[in-house]
């Protein structure tokens, strides 16, 4: 893999969110190891007990649809053919599969991956804050729109205090 195709970028484009974890699917990260597919499942299927739940699963069809549609059709391509659903791998199981692993090329790509999965996580945080910070300028808003509302109504009953008089007319009427 060169430098430019495994940049952070990169990597965030192939991060899917599923089942609310953000994952990169088996084929992408194979693919960023440099190593079949194939080869790369197998290595995760001898070393089952390094992968939990929380760490790598198998999507459903349903899953892997939604996620193949919102891609370009390259990647529809490397699933069209194979008989197994995709493996889903979150931050803590891409990681663990560079130890199963065990090459320069992994090491190099794990370091990438981390700073990927940093960088989209500071990215929510930063959301997080700007969506607070909103909140607290349309309460603020709220508060100023009643402020400019009673000094208008301070204004009118200054230039008018009885109310403004529309019924009786200046001047003499015989």
């Known amino acids: 893999m060169t430098d430019k195709t495994s940049s952070p970028a ?3 484009e192939r991060i899917h969110v599923v089942r609310g974890l953000r994952v990169i699917l088996d084929a992408d990260l194979a693919a960023l190891y440099g190593v079949p597919t194939k080869r790369f499942n197998e290595a995760v299927k001898r070393n089952q007990e390094r992968f939990p739940p929380s760490f790598c699963f198998q999507l459903t069809q349903p899953e ?3 996620i193949l549609r919102s891609q370009i059709a390259t990647t529809l391509g490397k699933y069209r053919s194979t008989r197994y659903l995709p ?3 979150t931050e803590h199981g891409a ?5 199963v692993l065990n090459s320069p090329t ?9 700073e990927a999965f940093v960088a989209l996580r500071q990215l929510a945080a930063n959301h997080r804050v700007l969506t607070k910070r909103l909140d607290e300028l349309e309460s603020r808003v709220g508060q100023h729109d009643a ?3 009673d000094a208008i109504t ?3 009953q200054l ?7 529309h019924g009786r007319k200046i001047g003499f009427h015989p």
């Open 154 to 156: 301070a204004l009118r």
């Open 87 to 89: 493996l889903a791998f």
């Open 95 to 99: 990681l663990m599969a560079a130890t």
């Open 147 to 149: 402020a400019i509302s």
């Open 10 to 12: 990169i990597i965030q």
């Open 64 to 66: 892997t649809i939604g």
């Open 159 to 165: 230039a008018f205090p009885d109310g403004p008089k």
């Open 106 to 114: 992994a090491v190099a790509i794990s370091i990438r991956l981390i």
